[in-house]
């Protein structure tokens, strides 16, 4: 039986493809489990530095698997979901997706809990809650007012209107729109460039931007006292004595 989630490891990358092409890569309880399983072993093993979630075929996601998710709410059964969002949003390591076609529902919440977000040029963003009689998850109803605001955010999620790559990096909701056939080298390109980095400086970065003070004063005290400790840390160190010596800095030693 083919697997629905294909995890494989390359450099300190752990690549998760939601691999259920005949059914769009609709999300079973299965699937999410499977990539929360990924997601909290990037983070528990030192060897790997970064997440990176795409998707098979012409689809990132359709979303939830309707039969799925209609048989969990006959039952008052536990959300497919459960596990899966409060791993996601509390990765400690970077996570970065590569947007392949259509990503519905989840497929696009899921997607704000990401720190960097590559779309193929077929990429298109839809979030049809309100037409389903449901409402947002992922704390979409938070995040994206916070980040697009309230207007743009009241019309993906109020209306459903659909989001295309091209406005969607305009808005600032992805980083880059690239060719589909350059996708994934893109997306690995990118991935690598962060395995490269001091991991421990990457993961505190990702902490601040995330979980961070959220006024200006606690966050300037929070992050002179990171500062302060990193300046005498063993990564610091490698990058400086790299510098004076003329010479690629080597973070691979450290977890």
Not at 80 to 104: C, D, E, H, Y
Not at 122 to 145: N, Y
Request: aromatic residues 6%.
């Amino acid at each position: 039986m083919t697997a629905t989630v294909v995890i494989t490891r390359t450099d300190g990358v752990l690549e998760i493809r939601l691999n259920r092409p005949e059914k769009k890569n609709a999300l079973t309880r299965a699937m999410y489990d499977a990539m929360a399983d990924a997601f909290r072993q990037v983070d528990a093993d030192p060897t790997l530095r970064v997440a990176l979630l795409t998707g098979t075929g012409d689809t990132f996601t359709s979303g939830n698997d309707i039969a799925d998710f209609q048989a969990r709410a006959a039952g008052n059964r536990e959300a497919s979901a459960s596990r899966f969002l409060p791993t996601i949003s509390s990765m400690q390591k970077p996570l970065i997706a590569a947007v392949n076609g259509a990503a519905i529902g989840v497929g696009t919440t899921m997607l704000m809990h990401c720190d960097l977000i590559v779309a193929a040029r077929s990429a298109r963003f839809v979030m049809p809650f309100t037409s389903l009689g449901l409402v947002p998850e992922a704390a979409s109803s938070l995040l994206f007012p916070r980040l697009l605001g309230h207007q743009r955010a009241s019309a993906l999620l109020l209306l459903g209107e659909p989001l295309d790559a091209a406005t969607a990096h305009e808005w600032g909701f992805v980083n880059r729109v690239v060719d589909d056939t350059a996708l994934m080298e893109t997306a690995h390109e990118i991935a690598q460039r962060l395995a490269a980095l001091p991991p421990q400086a990457v993961r505190l970065t990702k902490r601040l931007i995330r979980h961070g003070a959220s006024d200006v004063a606690g966050r300037i005290d929070e992050e002179l006292a990171l500062f302060r400790e990193r300046l005498g840390s063993p990564e610091a160190a490698e990058a400086f004595k790299a510098f004076l010596e003329k010479r690629r800095p080597d973070f691979s030693q450290f977890a």
